[in-house]
């Protein structure tokens, strides 16, 4: 992490770079890409949803439709997915994806710090977009949001991208350019605080690292994935006393 808003306007330039990089020369299914495949939460997550009746959906996040497409396809007919995504780029391709029936894609240009929910919500999916805002102060904030638009019932899955460092080609270590730089810890007591009336139906962490590319440097990142998927309780909230 760099701090600073200074810092956070480099990271922010440098996820938009590598993003709007990756977009151009990749498709959904490319082999040897993490864009070749969804990642296994959002079919857990889709397990959860009822089949007999419409549901509202967020992707958070979105990208290109790694995981809008799934959505779509496994919805029920007349489901609404709501696709946020920072970038003008990705946001032209998820408006470009075929609706599946009745259920249609709402593409939406927006940062996730400034994200209001427009539907009550049966899920929320985020997958390595909660990492990208400022700091934990707005990362609690987006989940106070998050909690509140969720119907009783729904569900609330996410993969936080935490504890990220960068190891040059001489083995150095240093931070990670990334926005808020979150950690194990932090994302975890995020997590157990907001969303504290849910029932945590999945938790689990596992340490990644990946080769990446920053202009003619070559550099590797490493990680540890933060999984959680939360329900809300679908029984009546008890009277005040």
Known sequence: MVKGEEGFERARRETVRYHEALYASTSLGDAGSWLARPHPLIFEALALMPDDRPVVAYDLGAGVGRHTVPMIEA???????HAVDLLASAVR?????????STRVLAQQTDLADLEFADGADLVFAFSA????????????????????????????LGIIADRYEVDQTGTRRPALLESGITVLEAEQLLATS???????????????????????????????????GRRSSAPLPAPT
């Open 93 to 101: 391709r998820l408006e470009a994806i075929p609706a599946s029936g």
């Open 130 to 157: 909660i990492e990208h805002l400022p700091d934990a102060a707005e990362i609690r904030k987006l989940f106070a949001k998050i909690a509140a638009a969720v119907r009783p019932g729904g569900v609330v899955a």
């Open 75 to 81: 919805l029920p007919d007349g489901s609404v997915v």
């Open 195 to 229: 969303f504290a009336g849910f029932e945590a139906v999945r938790s689990g962490t596992r340490p990644a690292s990946v080769v990446e590319h920053r202009g003619e440097e070559e550099y590797t990142l490493f990680s540890t994935l933060v999984i959680w998927i």
